[in-house]
């Protein structure tokens, strides 16, 4: 889930007297627009056979409409963060709103899939700039305590239930037409817009730090823009294969650079003085371990719907709303433990969590692999995602703590971001190469959905190649886990 920015440990708050409207206002922008950002990716999962069916593009085309918002919201994260820093939280908070709206209304009214796509990376950008800044709006806007902690509990619970509510209103919007799945955010983040005018407080009054001198200021523009090109010519080059092979320049060329930009990215930020984060949080074993294993999970479960959405509707003919209807046991789940997700880690601990939490998914794809064509939906899908959605239950909230539970309070703002750039890496990666696969072992024309389903092991092979490399990564952090607390003792 692509677009969750949610804090692991909110539980439901003591009771404590009434809020102001002005604080209730405050929470439905911020956690109204929490949602809309967490549904950003589900509602282009289900939507992307109608797009390519209606602006003629392949799998490897239309994929951008995932990839390109994980670009945007990953390649940019770090720079969001600078840019929040030094123009203000109001400020960013709401101009952010504004350019998602348009970007939203763009993308809905795109007649060119390269526009299409544009538009997912600005609104990747927007969310990139608003999830995390709501999360320290309402850290200095509500009282520490209870009422932060309910205002917490809600900022959370709307981001889990985000995805979920994308995937019904995709598969009933798209019905209807895909552009409306791109155009309804827009009138309601113009509403929350609205009201963030009045309710969103100034840099000053929230207690945020004072915008430093603009001559002292340091944007991060060419890292950023390293970074930000670097990701967009690695999904270019690896979307181009199928089609023009590995000695043509629009593949073996865009890696290439790709490698070359995401090289200056590493050599600007190890110069800088002001690096957009300290590379040496890299050597954080529990920031890394999280990073990668949160990436391996967030990548397999939007890679397997990425497979599940082109079968069901492509090869199997299910409508959009039966499609979003199947894919609700992977994702209903969080929505229902989202507030329980801190007791859960207090109670088990994180390393334990995370290592069960990557088993359940990489068993749900190799029993997926194992199902006959046409699977039954009880007994061949349902299982599969079920066990998805469990595995995201034990782990998601697990390795969000684990992530920053071993810096210094000064440096857990950059490490968080570190981590979502890590997540969104792994989500643009996992679903750019198998969208690869899939168009790379294309049976011919005329071949039966037999022959079509079975083209499409090579792409759930790497779906569970994948879980496997996030229970290696799990297991390696409960074991120096325990390893670490029998020394302790």
């Known amino acids: 889930m692509t677009s969750s920015f949610v804090p692991p440990h ?55 409409t995932i990839t390109g918002f994980a670009i945007g919201f990953g390649g940019l994260m770090l720079f969001g963060a600078r840019l929040v820093a030094l123009l203000g939280r109001r400020r960013t908070y709401l101009a952010a709103l504004l350019c998602f709206a348009a970007a939203s209304l763009a ?25 995390p800044t709501g999360l320290a709006i309402i850290a200095t806007a509500f009282p520490e305590g209870p009422p932060r902690n309910r205002a917490l509990s809600v900022y959370t619970l709307f981001g889990a239930a985000g995805f979920t509510i994308g995937l019904l209103l995709s598969g009933w919007l798209t019905g209807f037409s895909w552009r409306l799945t791109f155009a309804f955010p827009a009138p309601v983040v113009l509403v929350l817009f609205a009201l963030g005018l009045r309710l969103v407080p100034g840099t000053e009054r929230d207690g945020g730090p004072r915008r430093p001198d603009p001559g002292r200021r340091h944007y991060g523009l060419p890292g950023a823009a390293a970074l930000l090109c670097g990701l967009l010519a690695l999904v270019q080059g690896i979307t181009a294969i199928p089609a023009h092979g590995w000695s043509d320049p629009r593949s073996t060329g ?8 995401l090289a200056a ?25 999280s990073a990668l294993g949160a990436a391996c999970l967030n990548g397999s479960y939007l890679g397997l719907l990425f497979i599940l959405g082109h079968q069901l509707q492509t090869l199997a003919g299910w409508s959009p709303l039966k499609t979003a209807a199947a894919f609700l046991p992977a994702a209903a789940p969080l929505v229902v433990t989202a507030l329980f997700s801190g007791r859960m880690v207090t109670r088990f601990g994180a390393p334990g969590l995370i290592a069960a939490g990557a088993l359940l998914p990489l068993a749900g794809t190799l029993l997926y692999l194992r199902a006959p064509w046409p699977p039954a939906y009880t007994t061949g899908i349902l299982p599969t995602l079920l066990l998805v959605g469990a595995g995201f239950v034990l782990s998601f909230a697990a390795l969000n703590s684990q992530a920053t539970s071993r810096l210094e309070p000064a440096e857990r703002g950059a490490g968080s971001g570190l ?46 190649a994948l879980g496997g490399l996030g229970l290696l990564t799990a297991l390696t952090g409960l074991t120096r886990a325990r390893t670490g607390g029998a020394r302790a003792r």
């Open 265 to 289: 990215f590493a050599a600007l930020e190890r110069t800088s003085a002001q690096p957009l984060a300290r590379h040496g949080l890299l050597r954080n074993g529990a920031l890394s371990r």
């Open 10 to 64: 909110t539980a439901p708050a003591p009771a404590h007297p009434a809020w102001s409207p002005r604080m209730w206002g405050l929470l439905v922008v911020l956690a109204g627009n929490m949602l809309i950002d967490a549904l950003e990716v589900s509602v282009a999962l289900v939507a992307l056979p109608a797009i390519g069916a209606d602006l003629g593009a392949p799998l490897t085309t239309t994929q951008w």
């Open 419 to 464: 981590y979502q750039t890590g997540v969104q890496v792994g989500a643009m990666l996992a679903v750019a190469l198998v969208a690869a696969l899939l168009a790379g072992f294309a049976p011919p024309p005329g071949a039966d959905p037999a022959e079509a389903a079975a083209a499409c092991r090579p792409a759930l092979a790497l779906v569970a």
């Open 107 to 131: 993308g809905a009214l795109a007649e060119d899939p390269s526009l299409l796509t544009a538009t997912r990376v600005v609104k990747g950008f927007c969310a990139a700039l608003t999830a």
């Open 254 to 261: 865009a890696l290439a650079l790709a490698a070359v930009l």
